[in-house]
């Protein structure tokens, strides 16, 4: 067996994505280290497990390489599967499933109709960007909003939860420039 890894037992969606996962590693030509990948096998195999998760966590001896092969077989799925829709709706994106690397979070911005805004503006922006940290400048722009948001929970009564009470009184107050 040696060179080989056996699906024998997996359900069949689960053998097709580990297979997937491993076609796309290698297009991105990452490698795959054989035992550990028998390792993740035999796991996913007596857990019964019927679909890769990335929040999988490997038991046991080498559990942060099983661990890490795992979330990555399991992130290249989930990137096919490609429901931006869904993803655009969380707090935290998961890029993969927009065709990037790494994530995106908007837990910083307290208020919602501020941090709808942002991530349709996101939304929009994100496939203008290439190169290996596309979201890099995106989650620059996701901070500053974090922090005037910040500023507006701390400096109105309301809270800044009021889009339509807000006026320049709050943006030069935010940028230090009021009288």
């Given at each position: 067996?040696?060179?080989?890894?056996?699906?024998?037992?997996?359900?069949?969606?689960?053998?097709?994505?580990?297979?997937?996962?491993?076609?796309?590693?290698?297009?991105?030509?990452?490698?795959?280290?054989?035992?550990?990948?028998?390792?993740?096998?035999?796991?996913?195999?007596?857990?019964?497990?019927?679909?890769?998760?990335?929040?999988?966590?490997?038991?046991?001896?080498?559990?942060?390489?099983?661990?890490?092969?795992?979330?990555?077989?399991?992130?290249?799925?989930?990137?096919?599967?490609?429901?931006?829709?869904?993803?655009?709706?969380?707090?935290?994106?998961?890029?993969?499933?927009?065709?990037?690397?790494?994530?995106?979070?908007?837990?910083?911005?307290?208020?919602?109709?501020?941090?709808?805004?942002?991530?349709?503006?996101?939304?929009?922006?994100?496939?203008?960007?290439?190169?290996?940290?596309?979201?890099?400048?995106?989650?620059?722009?996701?901070?500053?909003?974090?922090?005037?948001?910040?500023?507006?929970?701390?400096?109105?009564?309301?809270?800044?939860?009021?889009?339509?009470?807000?006026?320049?009184?709050?943006?030069e107050s935010f940028l230090g420039i009021g009288a």
């Amino acid at each position: 067996m040696r060179g080989q890894v056996s699906l024998l037992g997996l359900p069949a969606q689960l053998a097709a994505e580990i297979l997937f996962g491993l076609r796309q590693r290698t297009r991105d030509g990452r490698t795959t280290r054989l035992h550990v990948l028998r390792a993740v096998v035999e796991d996913l195999r007596r857990g019964e497990v019927t679909s890769l998760d990335p929040r999988w966590q490997a038991p046991g001896p080498m559990a942060r390489e099983k661990g890490q092969l795992g979330r990555s077989l399991a992130r290249y799925v989930r990137a096919a599967r490609g429901d931006t829709g869904t993803e655009a709706a969380a707090d935290v994106w998961d890029l993969t499933v927009f065709g990037s690397p790494g994530r995106l979070t908007f837990t910083s911005i307290r208020q919602q109709w501020l941090r709808d805004a942002v991530k349709f503006w996101a939304a929009d922006e994100l496939p203008r960007h290439r190169g290996q940290r596309p979201h890099a400048r995106i989650q620059r722009v996701i901070a500053a909003a974090g922090r005037l948001s910040a500023h507006l929970h701390a400096a109105r009564s309301d809270h800044g939860e009021l889009p339509a009470a807000l006026g320049r009184r709050d943006i030069e107050s935010f940028l230090g420039i009021g009288a």
